[in-house]
């Protein structure tokens, strides 16, 4: 018997089949630090302790997005090991802070399959939860994949499409336990903007860029256990060139966005998303938002602001993200749509 | 309004303004654990917690640099944003150590401003103090930047220059609580010479040499969350180069300087300082000492260093700085000068 | 006197001596996620601190590596800076686990001299020890270096070669202190193989690849304290490139080799190993593990699997290591042979 593990392909998913993903992973301080080296990160309640308690919260929660590629690489080698494209996020919810020393495990449910047209790949829809170790749901989130089969002659499967939310909305969010922003400081959080100071339509470029680098790419990579071999190995695609992990993009975006966005303290929804075009080392990427809604909490004081986060290569010019066919222009990265939360 | 900080300007500057800088930044292990990873650093008091101990410290402090960085980075967004050079540095004194779990904050104080004779610049003083949370000083530094003017046209400033000590008098040096250098263990510190194998004048190659990396500099940079451009984004010069952080090069120097000056365990003062010429990836840092003066602390056996730290972009040479203008030779990075605590 | 450490000569070293190495070392969380960021390491006993406590263990122990790394680096001041060759390992125990916040420690005894016929090389052998604050060993080996001869003229010692074992034997291997696999989670460790299902002579390509940086082996080896000018300094070599540190490649290897080994989750002998050709950045670095041996434990439930484990620059090919004359093939890097602990 083979030892190693090919990953599975489309045939290998059953509709309901729930996947518990290896390796469970203990997170903490050293994770945070790489974190801070390898992304242009300063949110103050990520940063500073004193700064967490002076918001309701006992400690500094590790970043969000460390939470989601930490649960997010645990699915790789069961999901898309032999996926052919990322195709989408969905009903992504943050429901608790991570906490430095949390240990986190990440399982799937398969909902939903659609073999393609040509039979020789199909869809895979799973629903990944990622809990900490009493078991507590800290993120859930839907992801679709199109996969290789392993025999194009395998029976198709029933198509199952899930029904997806468009967005989650704003009753769907979860504010930490504790965190309120009514001794808020402004003035070290780094910018003085309120939610009241947004409005859907606006758009903010962040101004800021990173030229990114093999090594840099490659540690975060790592660091989440994400071991899809296309974004290590130089001699794994015919051009030589390693493929960017996509979380590398979208934490590189949020960091990006601190400028103009400095408040926008915690991710907790993450509606819908699109990884537009490959990046590489060497690109120069860049990031600007267009607020889309604003919204209560049911906490009061912290708002909710929903976004559309962009990473480009190059700089935004007219802010376009399509051409007239409806197709991402070829230097727009990623087109991520969350909620975060806010000082009122 | 633009959501988005362009950063300080000339006139932006008012005599007597405190600066309180964003954002707050816990460091901890995983901070050393990087700096450990960045620069070569052995000094036995910061990598051990035992040897620590046995020089009277409950634990390891955090490098001296690292508090220095995390302070300096936080001034970069207020200070030197819209900065044309880094002038200089005076009066710095590391006036407590920093302690994994400590959180510090960073204020500048505007204590000098004079426009330059062109009008289209001024060089802006600031004292910048950082604290811990106990809201105590951990380190005090003078620094002084030309930055430009937003308007040409704006009136100019009373000219205001302040009067700075050529260096800290060694009894303004501050040894950390407990230190005692009498349970010295040489052998396992590295070497074996004490303050009184040292001389003024005497000159010591250290040898080692760091080729410098892309990916390194702008980890080591970023932990430091400071985002100044420049050292980021590879189109934002003309020539398509990443200028290095000088702090980068300051702890490259400072960490190669252990061979040679073991003993050299603490930084306490910091009399002045220049980046003589920029470094970029590619080149291969070399270091070397000068001692510049010896002293007694007001602790017994714990004697204090005055050191000018040079660092090279080639050998040494003859150890010349400048050419007979005055001028720094093109090869020189850094010149800085330094106290340093050592077993007398 | 000069202030600046050589390093030793041939001759310098006497039978019998050991050497106190300096600098000794704190290691934590902060050394354990950089380890997660520079190699692809999943083992999850060494990941989690739930999937270690499952184990028996009261949390996770840092990787194996990470103790050798540490304990290796300290010694190279000592004993190879002025090395011509690695020439080889033996008898290699892991004693103790290392956990978060031990403070590791290394000292050398010299048990073997021998001058080469040349008169300008010898070779030393060292059986080094690391401890931890406690004083307790966690690490022994020996290494045998060809170190240069400062003068040539110098006389020979008399030639003593010490008397080592072909391997480690199953009897003299140290399984930690109440490591149980009773209630072992495949799933959550990656794979379903126990020991019974690998037989001697088995070879299990991992399949995975890594193309190395050079930010990435400069970071791992500064990490580790070890401060050979070769792996940092590019014009130090008349080629310009840097000399990849053998270690590096050690845990490049281990950790690929996660794919078929994953339950082989610690490192607990080491029998032998050849650094067969050197290394350097940009090669693209794949691992190989043939199935030595399989031994029980004085513990029930922890079975014990002998491997070699291969780095090559290239693909497995045959799986062949030498040529017709006994000399390594060139795109192989490493040859190991280790022992490692199981669930039976």
């Known amino acids: 018997m083979s030892k190693t593990d090919p990953g599975r392909f ?134 679709w994949v199109m996969v290789r089969k392993r025999d194009p002659e395998a029976p198709a499967p029933e198509p199952v499409v899930p029904d997806l939310a468009e967005s989650v909305t704003p009753d769907h969010l979860t504010v930490p336990e504790g965190l309120r922003f009514d001794g808020y400081d402004f003035d070290r959080a780094g910018e003085p903007h309120r939610l009241g100071d947004y409005a859907p339509g606006e758009i903010i470029d962040h101004v800021d860029a990173v030229t990114v680098e093999e090594a840099e790419h490659m540690m975060a990579t790592r660091l989440w256990q994400n071991t899809a071999r296309v974004h290590f190995d130089a001699t794994h695609r015919e051009d030589g060139r390693r493929l960017i992990y996509g979380g590398h993009v979208i934490s590189l975006a949020r960091a990006l966005s601190f400028n103009g966005l400095a408040n926008a303290q915690m991710i907790v929804g993450l509606n819908g998303g699109a990884h537009a075009n490959p990046c590489f080392a060497g690109d120069t990427v860049r990031a600007w938002s267009e607020v889309l809604d604003c919204a209560e909490t049911n906490v009061p004081g912290v708002g909710a602001l929903r976004l559309r986060l962009v990473a480009a290569k190059d700089g935004p010019g007219d802010y376009a993200l399509k051409d007239d066919k409806g197709k991402y222009l070829p230097h727009i990265l990623l087109d991520l749509d969350l909620w975060v939360l806010m000082p009122v």
């Open 10 to 143: 489309f045939e290998d998913y059953r509709l309901g089949e729930v996947i518990r993903h290896a390796v469970p992973r203990t997170v903490g301080q050293g994770e945070r630090a790489l974190y801070h080296a390898l992304y242009p990160a300063r949110g103050a309640l990520h940063s500073s302790d004193t700064f967490a308690q002076s918001c309701g919260l006992p400690v500094a929660p590790l970043d969000d997005l460390i939470a989601f590629h930490t649960v997010f690489g645990k699915t790789v080698p069961d999901i898309s090991l032999n996926a052919v494209a990322n195709l989408g996020y969905a009903e992504g919810r943050f429901l608790a802070p991570v906490w430095p020393g949390d240990t986190l495990t990440s399982d799937s449910e398969v909902i939903g399959l659609k073999q393609n047209s040509s039979g020789k790949t199909g869809v895979v829809w799973v629903r990944t939860t990622g809990r900490n170790q009493q078991g507590r749901p800290v993120l859930s989130y839907v992801r």
